[in-house]
Each structure stands twice: as structure tokens, then as C-alpha cells.
T-cell receptor, first 111, second 111 residues
Framework: DAKTTQPTSMDCAEGRAANLPCNHSTISGNEYVYWYRQIHSQGPQYIIHGLKNNETNEMASLIITEDRKSSTLILPHATLRDTAVYYCIVRVLDYGQNFVFGPGTRLSVLP | SAVISQKPSRDICQRGTSLTIQCQVDSQVTMMFWYRQQPGQSLTLIAT?????????ESGFVIDKFPISRPNLTFSTLTVSNMSPEDSSIYLCSGRTEEAFFGQGTRLTVV
């Protein structure tokens, strides 16, 4: 079973920041938070991951609360091409452990 | 991250027949996985493809229905056997290092 809770859907205006929340209240100390997205008719795409510090890359920022029970993925300037289903996943850094995909958040970026 | 090529990208098959999907990674990876994504649903893990040995199947999936091969560290196949319309799905291959990366999927329609 997925260990995360995400809103079913969100809208965001083009050019504005998209803030996607994720609750993971049962996260263990050695579990990382991963974010993926799936654009229609494509395979999932890795976005970012982190353990406890905030992370930023060319695609997004990941903000993890101090107690690690929730996190937010931030797309700083959303474009129409960011319309996708976004998945928040928690897992240990073990190559053998599965990525368990929940239903995710369907983000619609509106013109 | 590595790049996964999956083929065919789509197919329409008659019930009772079998289809073999190929997955090629452009670099060696320790772990390879096969997922199914039914229409409107999230991803479900079918099995872990083990190099040189039998695949490890998740609950609800069996080798007779979904035989998997992995002859080396860069290649795997999934066969969907004796297909029925309920097998109509997107089938995704995944490789894993620190993160998971995915092929573009095979969209299978069984008629």
C-alpha cells in the first residue's frame, strides 16, 4: 500500500508557482521522499528526491517539513507542459525495494 | 539517468494470442521491473526481472501468464500470454539505480 496521501487534483495558472503537497506521516527515518510525474501517454519521469533537507534542481524544489511528515513539490513557473499526474513516493534507498505508486495528484496548468 | 527503449510502443492483438514486449537499457542496471497501468489507474508492479534467474512476481501475477526473461543486465522481455480484453493496459519497463527510470510504455489493446 502507498504510504502517502495527495490531493486528487489541482489547478495552477500558467507562469505561477505550483505547490503540490504530500502527507507521509508514517515515514521512517531511513525513507526518502521521491517525486515523479507522468505526462499523458508517457512513462513516469523522475523529478527530485530528498531525505530531510530541502532540495532543488533544474525542474523543481522539494520542501520537507522538519518532522518529515509532509513535503511540498514546487514548480516555480508552471507551464502548460507541466500538466501531468504527480506521484509522491516514500522508500528506503535500497535498489531492491519497489516504488509503490499511489493515485497521485493530477495537476492542470491553465492558460 | 539511463535511457530505456521499449517496443512495441503499441499493439492491437487478438484474444488468445501472446505478445512479447522488449526492454533495452542503454547502460547496465542492477534491477529491472515490469509494471502494468490499467486505464485511468496508477502503476502496479508485476514482477522484478532477475538476471539469469526466474523473475519474482507480485501477488496476483503468475509466471504462466506473464513470463519474463532477463538474459543480461541491459535487456528484458515480458510476454503477455493467452490474452483477453482484461489485459488491455499500458505495460512499462523500469530500471533502477538510486532513482527509477521508465520506458515510454507499450499500449496493448486486446480485441
Amino acid at each position: 500500500d502507498a504510504k502517502t496521501t495527495q490531493p486528487t487534483s489541482m489547478d495552477c495558472a500558467e507562469g505561477r508557482a505550483a505547490n503540490l503537497p504530500c502527507n507521509h506521516s508514517t515515514i521512517s527515518g531511513n525513507e526518502y521522499v521521491y517525486w515523479y510525474r507522468q505526462i499523458h501517454s508517457q512513462g513516469p519521469q523522475y523529478i527530485i528526491h530528498g531525505l530531510k533537507n530541502n532540495e532543488t534542481n533544474e525542474m523543481a524544489s522539494l520542501i520537507i517539513t522538519e518532522d518529515r511528515k509532509s513535503s511540498t513539490l514546487i514548480l516555480p513557473h508552471a507551464t502548460l507542459r507541466d500538466t501531468a499526474v504527480y506521484y509522491c513516493i516514500v522508500r528506503v534507498l535500497d535498489y531492491g525495494q519497489n516504488f509503490v505508486f499511489g493515485p497521485g495528484t493530477r495537476l492542470s496548468v491553465l492558460p | 539517468s539511463a535511457v530505456i527503449s521499449q517496443k512495441p510502443s503499441r499493439d492491437i492483438c487478438q484474444r488468445g494470442t501472446s505478445l512479447t514486449i522488449q526492454c533495452q537499457v542503454d547502460s547496465q542496471v542492477t534491477m529491472m521491473f515490469w509494471y502494468r497501468q490499467q486505464p485511468g489507474q496508477s502503476l502496479t508492479l508485476i514482477a522484478t526481472a532477475n538476471q539469469g534467474s526466474e523473475a519474482t512476481y507480485e501477488s496476483g501475477f503468475v509466471i504462466d501468464k506473464f513470463p519474463i526473461s532477463r538474459p543480461n543486465l541491459t535487456f528484458s522481455t515480458l510476454t503477455v500470454s493467452n490474452m483477453s480484453p482484461e489485459d488491455s493496459s499500458i505495460y512499462l519497463c523500469s530500471g533502477r539505480t538510486e532513482e527509477a527510470f521508465f520506458g515510454q510504455g507499450t499500449r496493448l489493446t486486446v480485441v
